[in-house]
C-alpha cells in the first residue's frame, strides 16, 4: 500500500453572492427602463403620467417622464433665445389641485380611479365645471394637453 505524501492543492472556494438590490434599482434607472421623478414628487408624477396616458391618445408612456424632465424652477434658469419653458410650480400646483378635487369629490386619488373616471374628471376641468381658486385649471389643461402632444410625437 502506497502513501501519497504530496499534499493537495486545494482551491479555495468562491462565494458567489447576488447582487444587492440597490445595484438592480440602478441598473434599472440607468437604462431608461425606470424613470425617476426629479422635479415633481412621486404622487404628482403619478398624476401627471395617468393625465399624459389620457391625453396623447398615441399611448405615448414616456410624456410625462419627459415633461418632467423639462420642467424649470422659474424662467430665469433657462438660456435667453430658449423658447419659454414649463415652469414647474404651475404644473406642481396644478397636479396637486386635480389631487384635491378628486380626492374631495370621490374619496380617492386621481390615479386610483377607473380611466373613465379620470376622463370625466378632466372633461368637467375642460368645460370649467370643476375650478380651482388657485388656478385656472382649464387653461392649465389645455397647456398640459398642448405640452403632452408635443412631447409624445
Not at 434599482?25 to 399624459?52: C, E, M, V, W
Request: glycine residues 2%; hydrophobic residues 40%; proline residues 7%.
Amino acid at each position: 500500500m502506497a502513501i501519497n505524501t504530496e499534499q493537495a492543492t486545494v482551491a479555495p472556494s468562491r462565494r458567489v453572492t447576488a447582487p444587492s438590490p440597490t445595484i438592480w434599482l440602478k441598473r434599472l434607472i440607468d437604462s431608461g427602463t425606470l424613470y425617476i421623478p426629479q422635479n415633481l414628487n412621486p404622487t404628482q408624477f403619478a398624476t401627471l403620467q395617468a393625465i399624459t396616458l389620457l391625453l396623447s391618445h398615441s399611448g405615448s408612456y414616456y410624456a410625462a417622464s419627459r415633461l418632467d424632465a423639462t420642467l424649470v424652477t422659474s424662467a430665469a434658469t433657462a438660456p435667453p433665445d430658449a423658447p419659454a419653458p414649463p415652469i414647474a410650480f404651475d404644473y406642481r400646483l396644478g397636479l396637486d389641485e386635480i389631487e384635491t378635487i378628486t380626492r374631495t369629490r370621490t374619496g380617492y386619488s386621481f390615479t386610483e380611479l377607473h380611466t373613465d373616471l379620470q376622463d370625466a374628471i378632466l372633461s368637467l376641468i375642460a368645460s370649467r365645471d370643476l375650478t380651482s381658486r388657485k388656478l385656472d385649471l382649464a387653461y392649465w389643461l389645455e397647456d398640459l394637453h398642448f405640452q403632452t402632444l408635443e412631447l409624445a410625437a
